[in-house]
């Protein structure tokens, strides 16, 4: 394999730190983020979760290291070029103005245009089907702002799936959705990845949900520390009691296992 062949479809932190004001999020992080992985960036609130999805994508600048797409640092990329490469689903979508279901997922088909940027037949096809990846079909014609927080979500996803980059960087993709329809979205990543060159990075806070459709785990603690790797290496219950500052056991029943809190003694008082 020749050495452009070896860093085609990868992303690549070096040496990342991140900070929010005086704290150090993520201290001197490397990690090279291959295709057909789905990671999973979990840690508690304020832990630098949705600021280094925002770093990978290009939108922030580290306090020292960088992000390469593919062997090229990211803020070298023109920016069509770089949206045709990954696409970021943020963790809320705001919709201002009336419009339907379909314009909205046909949206991210803007950076493939050419010309006086009118959708082709292939867009369109593209975006319906995005729409029947995640069981939305029926929504196509529907006003956005009759939707409710779980369908908007739903939609969201399904315009970046539609905007057809390798890489899918989504912020809390899971958010406002029934177990149901979490479970769903979650299959047609998996799905989805198995495409030539594809890689997904989502966070979230359910790591059982994590543990059974990640591949692999990145877990923040919020201090500096994080841990990367297989999934079911980082999402333990010593690395997820540490990062989360609660106890968690892991339990199994037959081959499924599911991490819970810890039964903490009650504490003593006195009689009144």
């Known amino acids: 394999m020749n050495a452009r062949a070896a860093i085609e479809y990868t992303l690549h932190a070096d040496g990342l730190t991140l900070r929010a004001g005086l704290r150090t999020l993520l201290d001197d992080f490397t990690q090279t983020f291959h ?33 390469e797409l593919d062997g090229r640092r990211v803020n070298e990329w023109p920016l ?26 046909l949206l991210n088909r803007f950076p493939h245009l050419a010309g006086w940027g009118w959708e082709r037949d292939e867009d369109r096809a593209a975006a319906h089907d995005a729409l029947d990846t995640l069981g939305l079909a029926d929504f196509a014609s ?5 939707l409710s927080g779980g369908e908007r979500q739903r939609v969201a996803l399904a315009a ?26 979650l299959e047609a990543l998996n799905t989805w990845t198995r495409g030539a060159g594809r890689t997904v990075m ?12 990640a591949t692999h785990a990145l877990l923040l603690e919020g201090n500096g520390v994080a841990h990367a ?3 079911r290496d980082v999402l333990t219950p010593s690395l997820a009691s540490r990062a989360f500052g609660y106890p968690l056991v892991l339990i199994r029943d037959g081959d499924d296992e599911a991490l819970i809190p810890a039964t903490r003694p009650l504490a003593r008082t006195d009689p009144a």
């Open 80 to 105: 069509a070029r770089l949206a045709q490469r990954r696409a970021l689903m943020p963790q809320a979508s705001h919709d201002a103005f009336s419009a339907s279901v379909l314009d909205i997922v």
């Open 35 to 67: 295709p057909g992985e789905v990671w999973c960036i979990a840690g508690p609130n304020g832990a630098g979760k949705t600021t280094l999805i925002s770093t990978l994508a290009g939108l922030l600048h580290p306090a020292k290291g960088h992000v």
């Open 229 to 231: 790797g297989p999934v």
């Open 160 to 185: 970046v799936l539609c905007q057809d980059a390798p890489l899918l960087l989504l912020d809390e993709p899971l958010a406002h959705l029934d177990l149901h329809h979490q479970i769903d979205c």
């Open 142 to 146: 529907r006003d956005v702002l009759s």
């Open 202 to 213: 989502f966070s979230c806070h359910d790591l059982n949900l994590a543990r059974r459709f």
